[in-house]
């Protein structure tokens, strides 16, 4: 399992390269997730965390995964500063025998990281700066694991 929470850009190719081998993997599945800007005129956005509570609720999450799939792999990068639209965000991967716990791990971290991952988010416009609220539809998200 690797957990990083980092302000530097990572290369998903240098961290896709081997993620499954060893033997007992059949499949690996990784997600990116991008900065959208939905209204056209998002400049950045900014996340905040608190060093050291974030990246242990974040191994939390990758060490629930590994319960409940059959994983023999895990990584999670998290980025945090300040970020502009159309870069990447975070990554998750997960290598498992089966192409199936593969993917439900995968999705299973997303709705995690997107609802209980202890990250703040603040979106800086032209003209505004304001904190992103959490929304309901992720916390529905939740109710099917």
């Not at 033997?23 to 965390?49: K, N, P, Y």
């Not at 242990?56 to 990584?75: G, M, P």
């Not at 870069?87 to 991967?93: G, K």
């Amino acid at each position: 399992m690797r957990v990083l929470v980092q302000e530097a850009p990572f290369d998903l190719g240098a961290e896709l390269k081997g993620f499954g081998h060893g033997g007992r993997a059949g499949a690996v599945v990784s997600f990116t997730g991008i900065v959208r800007d939905d209204t056209g005129t998002l400049q950045a956005l900014e996340l905040e965390h608190y060093p050291g509570m974030t990246e242990r609720a974040l191994v939390k999450i990758a060490e629930d995964a590994q319960t409940r799939w059959a994983l023999t792999n895990v990584t999670i990068i998290h980025r945090i500063g300040r970020l502009e639209p159309g870069d990447e965000i975070m990554m998750v991967a997960t290598a498992s025998p089966h192409r199936k716990a593969a993917f439900e791990a995968a999705d299973y971290l997303m709705d995690f990281l997107k609802s209980r991952a202890p990250f703040w988010k603040k979106e800086h416009f032209a003209d505004r700066s304001e904190w992103v609220a959490a929304k309901q539809s992720d916390e529905v998200a939740l109710d099917r694991w």
